[in-house]
Structures are given as structure tokens and as C-alpha cells.
């Protein structure tokens, strides 16, 4: 009655050690860059506007942690505005 013993299960080889991992080179120095008076008025115009539109932005938004800050009088308007 051979059918009755379980078959025989036999496991794969395990799979050789991956070889060991060269170290990364260090980066490069950085290289100090020579930046010309125009191009850096250029970039403080550029980052002013974005400041500017970000504090913009910020402004419209009306709720905080502690929930939407209005008082009172606000909270009462009618179906038609104010």
C-alpha cells in the first residue's frame, strides 16, 4: 500500500552568498561657483514673489487649530450677503 505514505518532499539547495558590496566613493568637493551681481538680483526678485504669493495664499485660509476664527456679528449673515 504505497499510495498511503506521504510523497517525499525534497528541498531546493539553498542559494549561494551574494558577494560582499564594494563601499561608495566619497562625493566629489564641491565647486565653489562665481556668481554675477545680476543673476543674484534675479534670484532675490524671484524668491521675493514667492514669498509674496505665499503669504497671499495664507491669508485666505480662515480656519487654525482651535477652528474657524470669526466673531459673532460675522457668523450672523443673511441669505442675500451681509
Known amino acids: 500500500m504505497g499510495f ?5 518532499v525534497i528541498a531546493p539547495a539553498p542559494p549561494p552568498p551574494l558577494p560582499p ?12 561657483e562665481k556668481i554675477e551681481p545680476e543673476v543674484k538680483e534675479d534670484i ?17 485660509i480662515l480656519t487654525s487649530p482651535l477652528g474657524i476664527q470669526e ?12
Open 21 to 32: 558590496v564594494a563601499p561608495t566613493p566619497p562625493p566629489p568637493p564641491p565647486v565653489p
Open 4 to 8: 498511503l505514505k506521504p510523497p517525499k
Open 71 to 82: 466673531s459673532e456679528e460675522e457668523k450672523l449673515e443673511t441669505l442675500l450677503g451681509k
Open 44 to 60: 532675490a526678485k524671484e524668491q521675493a514673489a514667492v514669498e509674496r504669493k505665499r503669504r497671499g495664499r495664507k491669508s485666505t
